[in-house]
């Protein structure tokens, strides 16, 4: 898996694992970059080991989530444990845990408490909806989350009754990926501050950042539309990345850009019905589905996926077969290009994923055997060093460059992160190949989510395909920290700028990559986009109603966009570190795929040894229990997530809905007896929430202890009582707009990590003088005579520069 020769960047790094729930990727996804992670069990086990996938007695999700880790059993009930629990704390650079951060406290164990002992120590609480609020005492699923993050609004078709509860694994997946996103924030602000800080995680808040965010930007297909003006109901998006039937399978294409609609303008034979150039706009072809996608249909039904694929990608027509979990197993691109490797350790032929990170090139997988913890007090002082002039309120990335390549969401959200706490990010752009993300619906010069994306950055019109212009980069590489793109593998060594050539110039800059298939591998040149990669590794499948042939519903959602911005982030941050330790720079490259195969890391897993043991398509139809699903409440397409397991939520539901007798039925005593009578005991359960609204409903049954929830909008978000209590939402004063809009403010609630910086997305080149004024130097006759020759641009609307003093780098 690892290759041990590397230098991970996060060595020298211990963090504290005391996390028994779902959120345990956490800490594999530190472990992965090289921190020693020792994991904190109670005697005899954690929990953790009984629940998950498990075949032939092999707990797959807890191998793979813990992999890399080291293991202590302590008993915090006792006085001993938390002595020693507190030593390792005092040891540690970072702790995260879940529970009650209250049960901590009891316990002695605040974080107050550990940072007294250790004052640069960060520790991270992780709940479903933080310590404070008013559902901080909430129980919580996979399906509660998705109707609370308002994905369960937008997930299913407008001709069924009923929205479609997304994949499980997407919630806390997603989640435990911004989780780490937080902890490497804080770092940095260790790094910056020289002082520790107190997260108070909250799943539910992750979400509504991480998982097609609201108020976040969303993909090119949608032109700029805000999530605002979609129907109240689900609405029907499969026209934009329509899929078809194929011989022996189903197919999918992203036809977007001008020249692939003209590679399918010839797939399909020059029809001369669409020869009209007006066709090369996308909002025409979408008005125009009703006579083009039947043509399309019928192209595809003579061709096997196979096919189909090889032709698209030989015409330029981004295209994927619709893939499941055998499928994904099967596919020699992904063993070749290192997703998968051979984990004798889970089981005989056993497969398994290798991880999320190319460092340096070289695959950063954990280590798949389970360490023991000896000497773990032996680490005398972290391994984080501060900069030299490290002050408290200083934000992370105060001081730093970054040089943003990159494009739509993946390229516009991982910039943001950086702007947001204080680096310079200047966002490289062209009209000549124009960012997607920069499209309006009318013409307006910037739209909603370019305003929530490009927050805080500054935009440079720069012609990388000029010498001069090359050189002008160049020369900003010298001066600059980090650079970010999401090009197709190569496109930037095409431009001139492999890593040696940037290392050259600069042996301390940064790289960080992002493309649909990674670097290696026969896929890595294919063209792909979010929705190819989601067909591609079983998840379009999975998102889908059972039984539908045509119920493919993940086309609104932009998974796994706002999920790799953060792990590519979470890596930027780890080379940091190893930059203030070695004094050189690196690069890490991701694969939106490995974004899907780490939260299906099990279950693949037990594909591999057990064919049919994978992830199915479930749609609404929960099993495990029979109170579990999608009610319709009180009021127009209102609805309520039960999500009750077990006989005491199962006898407390009885309670709640005035059916205790349902709870003393002898043919209703098991969690498999009740799945038998399904049908009639959700009938009885729909009956009760039809009369009632979904929360009212909700607070009557989670005050049983059974999780539950309404069913939320985006306009509930911002009148939501126990968000506000939070402080999650502030506003961001775009000038080309009418009004201000809401805005998500920090990754979590902490106390000494500043909220983020709150400036206006620019305009297409709005900084172009500015910025080689500042940062090379440039006199404005030399800027002029750029101009002219067409190796920059600037916005017409671009304000007078000013000369201000640049901050060191």
Not at 22 to 29: H, Y
Not at 146 to 170: C, I, K, M, N
Not at 277 to 301: H, S
Not at 379 to 407: I, Q
């Amino acid at each position: 898996m690892a290759d041990l020769e590397v230098d991970l960047p996060l060595t020298g790094l211990r963090i504290i694992d005391a996390v028994n729930g779902p959120l345990q990727n956490v800490g594999r996804i530190l472990a992965d970059l090289g921190a020693e992670v020792v994991r904190v069990e109670e005697p005899g086990g954690s929990s953790a080991r009984r629940e998950g996938v498990i075949v032939d007695g092999r707990n797959l999700t807890f191998a793979l989530k813990n992999a890399g880790k080291r293991r202590v059993e302590i008993d915090v009930a006792t006085e001993e444990g938390r002595g020693a629990f507190a030593e390792l704390a005092a040891s540690a650079d970072v702790v995260i845990r879940d529970g009650s951060a209250w049960q901590w406290a009891d316990r002695g164990l605040s974080a107050a408490a550990l940072r007294a002992a250790n004052p640069r120590l960060v520790v991270v609480e992780m709940s479903d909806f933080g310590s404070f609020g008013d559902r901080s005492s909430w129980q919580a699923t996979p399906d509660v989350h998705a109707a609370l993050s308002t994905v369960l609004s937008r997930s299913g078709l407008p001709d069924v009754t009923e929205p479609l509860l997304p994949p499980e694994f997407l919630a806390y997946e997603s989640a435990a990926v911004q989780a780490a996103w937080v902890v490497m924030l804080e770092l940095a602000h260790v790094r910056a501050t020289g002082e520790g800080d107190t997260a108070d995680f909250s799943v539910q808040e992750g979400l509504i950042q991480i998982l097609d965010p609201v108020f976040g930007i969303g993909g090119s297909a949608r032109a700029g539309v805000p999530l605002r003006d979609l129907p109240r109901g689900r609405p029907d998006s499969r026209h934009l990345y329509p899929i078809f039937r194929a011989k022996d399978g189903w197919v999918r294409i992203c036809v977007l850009a001008k020249r692939q609609w003209q590679g399918m303008f010839e797939w399909l034979g020059r029809p001369a019905e669409f020869a009209d150039p007006r066709y090369d706009d996308t909002q025409v072809r979408f008005g125009a589905v009703a006579t083009l996608y039947p043509r399309i249909g019928q192209l595809f039904a003579g061709l096997t996926m196979e096919e189909a694929v090889e032709q698209g990608q030989q015409l330029g027509v981004p295209t994927a077969a619709v893939a499941d979990a055998a499928d994904v197993l099967g596919e020699a691109a992904f063993h070749e290009s290192g997703s998968f490797a051979p984990a004798p350790a889970l089981g005989e032929g056993a497969v398994a994923h290798t991880g999320w990170f190319e460092i340096d090139d070289v695959r950063a997988g954990a280590r798949w055997a389970e360490e023991g913890a000896t000497d773990l007090t032996a680490k005398s002082t972290p391994g984080l060093v501060s900069v030299h002039d490290a002050r408290p309120g200083r934000l992370p990335f105060e001081g730093m460059r970054v040089l943003d390549l990159g494009v739509i969401v993946v390229g516009a959200e991982l910039g943001r992160l950086f702007a947001d706490y204080g680096a310079d990010v200047i966002k490289i752009e062209s009209s000549s190949f124009p960012d997607g993300s920069r499209q309006s619906p009318g013409g307006e010069l910037i739209t909603e989510g370019a305003s929530w994306g490009m927050r805080n950055k500054r935009s440079l019109g720069l012609n990388l395909r000029t010498e001069e212009g090359r050189r002008i980069f160049a020369d900003l590489v010298t001066a600059s920290d980090i650079i970010l793109t999401n090009f197709k593998p190569g496109t930037l060594a095409s431009l001139g700028f492999d890593m040696e050539t940037l290392r050259s110039l600069n042996p301390a800059i940064i790289l960080s990559e992002s493309s649909a298939f990674g670097n290696h591998g026969p896929w890595s040149r294919r063209l792909g986009y979010g929705p190819l990669v989601r067909a591609s590794a079983g998840l379009s499948k999975l998102w889908s109603y059972p039984g539908n042939e045509d119920g493919f519903s993940d086309a609104i959602t932009i998974f796994p966009d706002h999920v790799v911005a953060r792990l590519n982030a979470v890596a930027i941050v780890s080379l940091l570190l190893r930059r203030d330790r070695t004094g050189r720079g690196g690069r890490v490259s991701t694969a939106q795929v490995d974004a899907i195969f780490g939260g299906i890391a099990d279950w693949l897993a037990a594909e591999s040894l057990q064919t049919g043991a994978g992830l199915r398509a479930t749609g609404n139809d929960r099993d495990g229990d029979a109170f579990r699903g999608v009610f319709a409440s009180r009021g127009d397409d209102e609805w309520l997530v039960v999500d009750a397991r077990g006989d005491d939520r199962f006898a407390a539901v009885a309670r709640i809905i005035g059916r205790p007798d349902l709870a003393a039925a002898p043919h209703l005593a098991t969690a498999d007896e009740r799945w038998a009578h399904r049908v009639e005991l959700r009938a009885v359960l729909a009956s009760w929430s039809a009369e009632r609204t979904g929360t009212d409903a909700a607070a009557a049954l989670q005050a049983a202890g059974v999780p539950a929830a309404p069913m939320l909008r985006l306009d509930d978000l911002q009148t939501d009582a126990h968000l506000r209590t939070r402080g999650v939402f502030g506003r961001l004063v775009q000038p080309q707009l009418p009004e201000p809009l809401p805005t998500n403010l920090g990754e979590a609630r902490t106390e000494s990590l500043a909220d983020p910086r709150l400036t206006p997305a620019p305009l297409p080149a709005e900084h172009t003088r500015s910025v080689l004024e500042d940062v090379l130097g440039l006199p404005a006759e030399e800027i002029e005579r750029l101009l002219a020759a067409g190796d920059l641009e600037e916005h017409p609307a671009a304000a007078p520069h000013v000369v201000a003093t640049a901050p060191a780098v």
